[in-house]
């Protein structure tokens, strides 16, 4: 380990000594002189016309990136000492919602990172009680971590790395600090941030005083001052050689400011991260960071996403507190595009009560957007009746519908608002195409490419958003249902399934066709929608045949329960 630092440093413990300090405890408030007003300070660089709440200002404020050409995007990773919850996934799923919306529908080119945070008080402590090694059993938990965010279609970070990985790094932020008299070595050869010495600490949370993190500490010198780096105590805890004596590891706070500025430098553009992470975590990473770098500001934007409770809980999902639910759980009841849509439906900055309510009306929600696609699909493919719409009329409402959609996202980016802008020109839609109404009158035409074109807006944006592809279901069953090869080729369940239509087509018009309706061949031809509705094929009756959509059984119950009331 020594073999990380420099062994002038080290060969220099008088160096160390010196910067020693007596222990006097004063209350962070208790300073002589009030610190000035902090105002959030505009970067110099592109305007974007977008809008982003800032906390300290307690408004919304323009977003402007330093280089046109590249958006710094770091995000505080999990501590992995359990199983990830809904309290995690809802800030990841939203993250990435955000970082989507950034990167394809603005066309930024966003950089991201992450850090695995694998060297914890808890993590020790369960390892500890388990009986294991603390590594192997922190790589098991993030190997589970990065699954289940697979399953719930997060993208990966561009770059993502681990705490135990870059001690070099956090040690050589910490010598910095401890030079720059903003931090001080205990007799136990531990190390704390004076927070008395930066005149903006509180400026996330606007506190302007206490800090509730370890109040009781005979060796800080103000109550607010935080652990940059904890002397070891317990001989299995894990452990690095410290230049200024002894073995330790580094405090919480202390490892994402030190990768971030590895990665990222002296500034970034955006920090995410849950909402219980802005204090103290994010206010003593911003205080770290702008003390090293020597800036006033060194996240230009902050974002924090609201927290997860169970509906009629207040308190946030815990482990601790026995109110949480595991990703794996959630996932036998509901899809991860339901679980997204149910984020959607929620600004990122609110809290999100979770709800077999919440939860089925998101999966009615994105059923709505499937069954528009598919009665779309039978519009343009004339298995409806087709007839001439208002065309500038039609034109007018696809126009207003992107102006809408792209402001709703440049307002913060309100999903909420934006899917309400969409589900209403499926509405307008759908009324046009499912109606049987009388040809227009004023600019009379068939309009099925501004249908198309309407249609793919709305798909793209849903894709935008991280929600599977809408249309063309067909391929997604091919692909997760592979059927055996016949003759020498593969069977297409796509004209597997238009075959088994086609066929239930003629008998219902057959059952149809005499003076009396056959209902034993209308109850066959019912038996066989239920058949495929097992198999998640949900059929759709038009008047001049039938079209299928893919849709999970407990979507397609839903559905069918709200239609029969």
């Not at 932020?173 to 903003?182: A, D, N, T």
């Not at 001052?225 to 004596?245: H, Q, V, Y």
């Not at 509901?334 to 900055?349: K, P």
Request: include cysteine.
């Amino acid at each position: 380990m020594l073999s990380h630092f420099s062994s002038e440093m080290i060969l220099r413990p008088w160096y160390w000594r010196t910067l020693r300090t007596k222990t006097i405890r004063r209350n962070f408030s208790d300073s002589a002189t009030e610190s000035p007003p902090y105002h959030w300070q505009k970067p110099v660089g592109q305007h974007t016309g977008i809008t982003v709440y800032n906390n300290g200002m307690r408004r919304k404020v323009s977003l402007v990136v330093r280089n046109p050409n590249m958006v710094t995007w770091y995000t505080c990773g999990p501590t992995v000492y359990d199983s990830a919850h809904l309290g995690h996934a809802s800030t990841y799923v939203k993250v990435d919602i955000i970082q989507r919306i950034l990167r394809d529908y603005f066309k930024f080119n966003l950089v991201t990172a992450m850090n695995i945070t694998d060297v914890d008080d808890k993590i020790i402590r369960k390892a500890r009680e388990s009986g294991c090694d603390w590594l192997g059993m922190a790589r098991s938990y993030e190997a589970e971590f990065r699954k289940d965010m697979l399953r719930l279609n997060v993208k990966p970070p561009d770059i993502r790395t681990h705490v135990s990985s870059n001690m070099p790094a956090i040690v050589q932020f910490i010598e910095e600090l401890i030079g720059k008299s903003q931090a001080y070595v205990t007799e136990d050869n531990s190390v704390y941030f004076d927070v008395s010495t930066y005149p903006h600490y509180g400026k996330l949370q606007r506190l302007g005083g206490l800090s509730s993190e370890e109040k009781s500490n005979l060796f800080k010198q103000n109550s607010a001052d935080f652990a940059l780096w904890k002397a070891k105590k317990e001989a299995d805890e894990p452990s690095w050689a410290a230049p200024w004596g002894g073995e330790g590891r580094p405090g919480w706070h202390i490892e994402c400011s030190a990768i971030a500025g590895l990665f990222f430098g002296s500034q970034l553009d955006f920090h995410a991260g849950g909402l219980d992470l802005r204090f103290p975590h994010h206010e003593n990473e911003e205080a770290q960071c702008c003390v090293r770098y020597q800036t006033d500001q060194w996240v230009n934007y902050w974002m924090h996403t609201g927290q997860l409770n169970i509906a009629g809980d207040e308190n946030k999902m815990s482990k601790s507190l026995g109110n949480a639910i595991s990703i794996s759980e959630m996932l036998l009841t509901y899809t991860a595009d339901e679980f997204r849509m149910a984020c959607l439906l929620s600004n990122y900055r609110n809290p999100m009560p979770y709800s077999e309510q919440l939860m089925l009306t998101a999966r009615q929600t994105l059923q709505r957007f499937k069954n528009f696609q598919a009665d779309l699909s039978a519009y343009t493919q004339f298995l409806k009746p087709i007839r001439k719409l208002d065309e500038g009329a039609l034109k007018a409402q696809i126009a207003h519908m992107a102006t809408e959609f792209d402001n709703s996202l440049r307002d913060d980016f309100d999903t909420a608002r934006g899917i309400s802008v969409l589900i209403d020109q499926m509405t307008s839609i759908s009324r046009c195409i499912n109606e049987q109404q009388a040809d227009a009158v004023e600019e009379p035409a068939y309009c099925l490419d501004l249908l198309t074109a309407a249609g793919n807006f709305i798909n793209r944006a849903m894709l935008t958003f991280g929600i599977s592809k809408l249309a063309e279901t067909e391929q997604r069953i091919a692909l997760k249902t592979p059927l055996p090869a016949v003759g020498g080729g593969g069977l297409d369940p796509a004209l597997l399934i238009a075959d088994v239509l086609s066929m239930r087509g003629k008998l219902r018009r057959e059952a149809i066709s005499g003076h009396q309706k056959n209902t034993q061949l209308l109850a066959a031809c019912d038996e066989l929608r239920s058949l495929l509705e097992q198999h998640g094929i949900q059929i759709r009756d038009h008047k001049q045949g039938s079209s299928w959509v893919y849709a999970t059984p407990a979507a397609i119950a839903s559905e069918n329960s709200s239609s029969s009331k």
